[in-house]
């Protein structure tokens, strides 16, 4: 006895639905005869009788009505798992999970994120806030897709590489003298109270090398871990601070002022994945997005070359 195929099932629902043969080719965009061959090739494999023929037309036997309930719950099924299929391949409905950096996944993932979701509501996110040193672990337990740290990592099962830099620029309460300029010369900071970033994310050592290539040395007032919260010094007249560019963002220009600062300070972001196992099509869309928001926020602050010029040259050693 033959096995059923999805082709026959096709042709008994049709029938049952349409009443006639003619009626069901029409629905099939088959031909009629191709359709009365699938109806006996289904009756061959189900070992009895689906339909009565009399005068020229089908009556559905009793059989035939019971299992037509059950082919239409399969061909429901059928046509539902299309729609997801189709729904994943136009990047309609998934799920992504992420792990960042607060500076990353406080503020910034979140705004990016929102104007994806918004084509696609159907698409479930999850956001993973962790200090950079602890990235890998999200990846590690299987709950990210992918995760962005600030320090590289050689652990077995992640798969590391430098995905952007990242610009730092000086956060100024607003008025400050130094607003007045469209470049911050670092070397200008020296009697300026400063706000240190910790050195979890290495904050510390990139800015340590930016004064040290300026020439110059900073005794850092207040020492904070989240750039954030170093903005916030910086918004109730504290201090300066370093900060990197996309934690600036939903701060007002009556709170803090930002400006691009030389020598420049780039810190590398870094992209974990998990080993052989491919990122989905929902992930890398997004994964594009943040790399695209990112590049134009660099490009905005990015030090202005005849600005530069107008400084004092760098300190050779």
């Known amino acids: 006895m033959a096995r059923t195929n999805m082709r ?24 009629q005869p191709a359709v009365t ?85 159907d698409v479930r996110l999850a956001i993973e806030t962790r200090n950079s040193q602890s990235v890998y672990e999200a990846m590690l337990n299987g709950s990210s ?38 470049i911050v010369d670092l070397r200008e900071l020296v009697h300026e109270r400063f706000i240190s970033l910790g050195r979890d994310d290495l904050s510390t050592v990139v800015t340590k090398e930016a004064f040290d290539r300026a020439g110059v040395e900073i005794d850092a007032a207040i020492h904070v871990q989240m750039a954030d919260t170093a903005c916030t010094f910086v918004a109730r007249g504290q201090g300066v601070a370093l900060v990197p560019v996309l934690a600036t963002l939903g701060w007002r220009t009556d709170e803090i002022e930002l400006r691009p600062i030389w020598p420049s300070v780039n810190k590398t972001m870094w992209l974990y994945t998990r080993t052989y196992e491919p990122l989905s099509m929902l992930a890398g869309l997004l994964l594009g997005r943040v790399r695209e928001a990112l590049d134009e926020i660099n490009d905005k602050y990015r030090p202005d070359p005849e600005a530069i010029s107008e400084l004092p040259p760098l300190p050779v050693f």
């Open 145 to 182: 897709d992918f995760g962005i740290s600030l320090v590289p990592t050689r652990h077995s099962g992640i798969e590391c590489k430098p995905f952007h830099d990242n610009v730092l620029v000086c956060a100024l309460p607003p008025g400050h003298r130094l607003t007045e300029k469209p």
């Open 37 to 121: 061959k699938l109806i006996r090739a289904f009756e061959d494999s189900c070992g009895f009788a689906l339909f009565e023929r009399a005068a020229g037309r089908l009556h559905p036997t009793a059989e035939a009505q019971r299992l037509f309930l059950e082919t239409e719950k399969l061909l429901t099924g059928v046509a539902r798992v299309e729609n997801v299929a189709r729904a994943i391949r136009d990047l309609e409905r998934g799920e992504v999970a992420v792990t960042a950096y607060p500076a990353l996944s406080l503020r910034f993932l979140p705004i990016i994120a929102s104007d994806f979701l918004a084509e696609r509501p």
């Open 8 to 31: 026959q099932i096709e042709a008994f629902n049709a029938v049952m639905k349409c009443g006639s043969v003619t009626r069901a080719a029409e629905t099939l965009f088959v031909s």
